[in-house]
């Protein structure tokens, strides 16, 4: 549903052409590692844990793609952006049971582990793709490429899944519609831009809202209950973002400058 919604969008837009080597290499590799990998590490950690703790590990996106994108695009990685990463971890312990006796990711947990840091690996991808072609087909490519990937990963674990989806509800399928047009393909399509516009680091900054989100909806629509371990893992994981990303550093840096460049009176 994704790739066919993006691929609409470059038909109607126009804007499809062939693909360089390069650019084959960094879209295949961005699609491992943030379709397959990604889409299908949540799909299965999912069934084993709640959406709200899901949400909060994949509030570390912002933060693994900063840390990625030091070692990897040549960003700096400042002394406040290593206390971003100190925080962050803390938050982490918070969410997996505040306890250092049980210090240990379950099975779910480690999955959406896994599943954030492939996605963080795939902004780095997309950034170097998005240097010279365009986020809409990028975007279309890795859609419909990697929907291929899952499918076959569908059929080998779980062989009656087919069966299964004849016999869902309306509901289930008016979910399936929407996630696939609305959330994965128009959403990629602009995060992808975004990647393209202002940076990896810059773009998955807006991550920050995932386990905002995640814990309200869980609440609203799943029934899940919140506990204060998982409040104060949220308040670190923030926190964290927010220095790791450098975001705080810039907003340093613009108050420094109003402090010390004042307006001139005119008159």
Do not use: C
């Not at 109607?12 to 295949?28: A, D």
């Not at 959406?51 to 695009?73: D, E, Q, R």
């Not at 973002?241 to 005119?266: D, M, Q, W």
């Amino acid at each position: 549903m994704a790739g066919i919604t993006a691929l609409i969008i470059i038909v109607i837009g126009k804007s499809f052409r062939r693909l360089s080597k390069r650019e084959w290499i960094y879209t295949l590799l961005g699609m491992l590692f943030g379709v397959i990998l990604h889409h299908s590490l949540i799909a299965v950690g999912l069934t084993m844990i709640d959406a709200s703790n899901a949400s909060l590990i994949l509030a570390l996106v912002p933060l693994t793609t900063a840390i990625l994108a030091a070692l990897f695009l040549g960003e700096q990685l400042t002394r406040w952006r290593m206390i971003g990463i100190i925080l962050a971890f803390i938050g982490v312990f918070f969410i997996q049971g505040s306890s250092f006796i049980s210090l240990q990711l379950s099975k779910g947990e480690l999955y959406l582990f896994i599943a954030m840091l492939s996605q963080a690996i795939s902004f780095i991808f997309v950034k170097k793709a998005t240097e010279t072609l365009d986020s809409k087909q990028l975007t279309t490519i890795m859609s419909l490429a990697g929907s291929v990937g899952l499918l076959i990963i569908s059929f080998i674990t779980e062989p009656g899944g087919v069966n299964e989806m004849t016999s869902a509800s309306l509901f289930i399928f008016f979910l399936f519609i929407v996630s696939g047009v609305v959330s994965t393909g128009v959403g990629y399509i602009v995060f992808y831009g975004a990647i393209q516009q202002i940076g990896a680091g810059q773009a998955a900054l807006f991550d920050n809202f995932v386990p905002f989100f995640g814990l309200v909806f869980s609440v609203l629509f799943l029934n899940e209950t919140i506990t204060t371990s998982q409040l104060f893992g949220f308040v670190f994981i923030v926190a964290g973002v927010l220095f790791g990303t450098g975001y705080t550093e810039k907003l340093r840096a613009k108050k420094h400058i109003r402090i010390n460049n004042p307006k001139k009176s005119v008159g």
